[in-house]
């Protein structure tokens, strides 16, 4: 394993063992369920917004490694941001798992920490497992109130 891969996996591993935001989120006005029946990942994201802005966002729920350790870093990333500029890093995000595999994923643009899940896209199973939070937290902005399921 390169240098690199292990400090991703420390990262992975370190954010699934104290995931950040974990909890609820007393002021939320948004929220939405997730599930990855094909894991057995369940979460609920909720969000505070204000003005176009994520103010707040936690989560909770169960599920594996990486689904937990990409709903925390999710949470820090999106933090302060304008909804345009959480939906970019989604739409980034998506596209180092699912894109083209050629291109390396240190080629990202302003994915910050979340390249941390790039070996991911080695395992189509996982990729469900890192975007699950994604697809909630989309849910949860566009205020449907349905629960997100990967399958
Ligand atoms: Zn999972």
Redesign the pocket.
Known sequence: MSDLLALYQEVILDHNKRPRNFGELATADHRAEGN?P????QLTVELTLDAGRIVDVKFRGQ?????TASASLMTEAIKGKKLDEADALFEGFHEMLTGDPSVPAEAAPGLGKLVVFAGVREFP??V???T?PWHTLRAALRGSGDAVTTE
């Open positions: 990855n094909l894991c057995g990942d599920g594996c490694a990486i689904s199973i996982r469900k497992c890192a699950l």
